[in-house]
C-alpha cells in the first residue's frame, strides 16, 4: 500500500503543485487538497483546511505551496501540532525532518523551480526524525 501524502496550494503554487502531483503521484497515493487553478484564493484558508486534515490522521505529511511559500508557512505554523518548515535546498529539507520532525514541507511555488523543487521534496521524504535532543524542543512547541 502507498503512503498517503496531502498536497495543498493556493494560486501562486497550483502550477508547481501540479508538477509535484505527476511527479510523485505513482510512488504515493496524493490527496489533493486544492486549488484546481490560478484564480485567486486566500491562502490562509486553504492552508488550514490542508492543516486540518492533516492533525485529524488523513494523512501524515502535507506539501504546502503558495507563492513564495512565507504566507503558506506562517498560515501552517498557527495551528498546534503542525511543524511546516519553509524549505528552499536539498540541506533545509533533510534538517526539517531529521531535526524538527517536519510534518509539513512549504515550498515557494514563484522561487523555485520544478527539479529543484523535486530533489527537494524528495530528500524530506526520505529523511528520518533523529529524535533524541531534538524530541525535547520538539514537545516544547506545542506547550502553552
Known sequence: MKERIGLVS?????ELKEYLHSSFGNEFEIVDCGVNSTESVDYPTVIKAACKRLLAGEFPKLIALCGTGIGASIAANRMKGIRAA???DE????MAKRHNNANVIVLGGRVLGKDLSVR?????LESDFE?????????LLDRE
Not at 540541506?91 to 533533510?94: C, F, M, P, S, V
Request: hydrophobic share 30%; proline share 0%.
Open 91 to 94: 540541506y533545509t529539507a533533510e
Open 10 to 14: 493556493d494560486h501562486g503554487g497550483f
Open 120 to 124: 527537494i521534496v524528495k530528500k524530506w
Open 86 to 88: 519553509l524549505c528552499t
Open 131 to 139: 529524535a533524541g535532543r531534538h524530541e525535547n524542543r520538539i514537545n
